[in-house]
Nanobody
Framework: QVQLVESGGGLVQAGSSLRLSCAAS????????MGWYRQAPGKQRELVAT???????NYADSVKGRFTISRGTARNTVYLQMNSLKPEDTGVYYC??????????????WGQGTQVTVSS
């Protein structure tokens, strides 16, 4: 049983910062790529940023220069530092992780999401 739990969302004004956290738990053998996705009302879920177990990082063009994704000391954690937030950043942010769980083939897991609302 693998679970991803996000935290750190909230309601902030434009220009503010938030730091999202995600931790994977369960019978995990290894955690590979982790990432953040978001879904705004009426829109499809989109990639925000991903980071693998090494150094490869990918950002959506809309967040480059403002957001920073990082892995924690514990490799089952991932963070998203969001600076200079804009109203268009509003949405539910979901943590994603590609995990090889004990006795389970590698696959993607999703958290329940954390709401980020940016007011103007």
């Amino acid at each position: 049983q693998v679970q991803l739990v996000e935290s750190g969302g909230g309601l902030v004004q434009a220009g503010s910062s938030l730091r999202l956290s995600c931790a994977a738990s369960g019978s995990i053998f290894s955690v590979n790529v982790m990432g953040w996705y978001r879904q705004a009302p009426g829109k499809q879920r989109e990639l925000v940023a991903t980071i693998n177990s090494g150094t490869k990082i990918n950002y959506a063009d809309s967040v480059k220069g403002r957001f920073t994704i990082s892995r924690g000391t514990a490799r089952n954690t991932v963070y998203l530092q969001m600076n200079s937030l804009k109203p268009e950043d509003t949405g539910v942010y979901y943590c994603n992780a590609n995990i090889f769980a004990i006795a389970t083939p590698r696959k993607d897991y999703w958290g329940q999401g954390t709401q980020v609302t940016v007011s103007s």
